[in-house]
């Protein structure tokens, strides 16, 4: 899967849309930007969000400036309004307080791309030169938006004001809008195993990270080796190094799962969350993410993870499986079938409940039954009893199981006409 596909299904979740029309209003209001990431969401998915947010508010352009274009030694104005075509004497900062006069309307947004991948000393001029801008400048027809994956050294005290934004990453997307992207890119059928494993498992392991995701995509559906293989390997290339990680948990413990009071990351996660180890999502509050917890060789929290979208994909359709085999069976042979043929292998509150509703028969006698007496149905059900049983016991224990299980599952259903 492309991560253009994901990043265009990202642009129609709700909360993605209602984040960035939060940075086009302040804009519009006359307002610079700055926008905090921790590596969780990408530039091009900000841009483009940002894009159709000040679209659809019928709002100004937005113009993107690759920084790592500027020349050496070409003070940031100047570079400004050589690719901008805008006068160098309205882009240059002032360095002391101005008067901010009245509102001026914004017909400039201008993106500024790639400040994390320059120098030290040119990222520094850049964030001096925003810092500035946003400090002392009176209201211009322009405004500035700054994509950071966390906040920088010359940015620390900065706080949203009258002249200045700060939208931060953090808390915006819920499960049910990850399962979502995954329905809207799906290709195959959405009803085939591949989809709906993918749909309930791919949300647990990628953590909201689009990129992620993409390269993911197929992996999820590989064995557990995998996957962790996969997992470690993109922890290196994120660069979340183990012994960083650990250092910092060492240093502050290892934090609670506070809920947020906010929209910003709480201060015993911004650290983690910086490194791009942390993130927050509506159902679960903040945690470290799945590549944090591989890189950290957390297996158990890893298979965790993984057990919350299997459990709550298989746990319902296992039920159903074992309740279709039980109704099969009491349309061939009565509602007495379970006590006629296996009261034996069921304890007395057991014996009581299914003569109550023979559809309440456990896995265990049912497996029974259908083992010790090929002609109630056994030749026919047994085998998808039994995967069905071992299944549901590995999940009832926090176990995981594979994709290969829930295929072969999905197959006899198919084979058999079971819902």
């Known amino acids: 899967m492309s991560a253009a596909a994901l990043s265009e299904a990202l642009q129609q979740v709700p909360s993605f849309r209602d984040f960035m029309e939060g940075v086009a209003s302040d804009i519009v209001g006359g307002r610079h930007v700055l926008l905090l990431t921790g590596g969780q969401v990408g530039a091009p998915q900000l841009r483009a969000g940002l894009e159709g947010a000040l679209a659809r508010s019928q709002g100004p352009l937005l113009r993107s400036v690759a920084l790592a274009e500027q020349f050496e030694n070409e003070a940031p104005s100047v570079f400004l309004s050589r690719v901008t075509g805008l006068p160098e004497e309205q882009l240059r900062p002032a360095s002391r307080p101005m008067e901010t006069g009245g509102f001026q309307t914004v017909y400039d947004v201008l993106w500024l791309e790639g400040v994390e991948g320059l120098s030290p000393a040119r990222a520094k001029a850049w964030l001096e030169f925003f ?48 399962r979502l992207m995954c329905r809207l890119v799906t290709r195959e059928s959405l009803l085939s195993p591949e989809s709906v494993w993918r749909e309930a498992v791919l949300p647990h392991v990628v953590d909201g990270n689009v990129g992620l995701a993409a390269k993911l995509w197929d992996v999820v559906l590989e064995p557990e080796a995998t996957l962790l293989d996969a997992l470690r390997r993109k922890a290196r290339e994120q660069g979340l190094e183990p012994s960083a990680l650990r250092e910092v948990l060492r240093r502050l413990g290892r934090p609670k799962a506070e809920r947020s009071a906010g929209d910003l990351p ?8 910086e490194m791009g180890a942390a993130w927050h999502n509506v159902e679960h509050g903040p945690e470290l993410t799945v590549l944090a917890l591989a890189a950290l060789e957390d297996l158990p929290a890893v298979r965790n993870r993984l057990w919350r979208g299997q459990s709550a994909l298989l746990m319902p359709r296992l039920n159903r499986v074992r309740m279709e085999v039980c ?32 559809l309440s028969t456990e896995h265990g006698p049912l497996e029974n039954i ?23 016991n590995l999940l009832a224990h926090d176990e995981i199981v594979s994709f290969g299980d829930f295929r072969s599952l999905w197959e006899m259903q198919d084979g058999l006409a079971l819902g």
């Open 131 to 178: 810092r500035l801008s946003t400090r002392y400048a009176a209201a211009s027809s322009h405004a500035f938006v700054m994509p950071l994956r966390r906040m920088m050294v010359p940015l620390q005290d900065i706080t949203s004001d009258t002249r200045l934004a700060l939208h931060w990453w953090w808390g915006r997307l819920s499960g049910l809008e990850l």
């Open 266 to 273: 709480p201060a015993a996660w911004r650290p983690l969350w």
């Open 370 to 392: 259908l083992y010790r007496r090929p002609d109630v149905g056994g030749q026919r059900f047994l085998p998808l009893v039994q995967l069905s049983r071992q299944m549901r």
């Open 327 to 358: 109704r099969a069976l009491t349309e061939k042979h009565g509602r007495s079938w379970p006590t006629r043929f296996g009261a034996a292998f069921m304890d007395e509150e057991q014996r009581r409940r299914v003569e109550e509703d023979p």
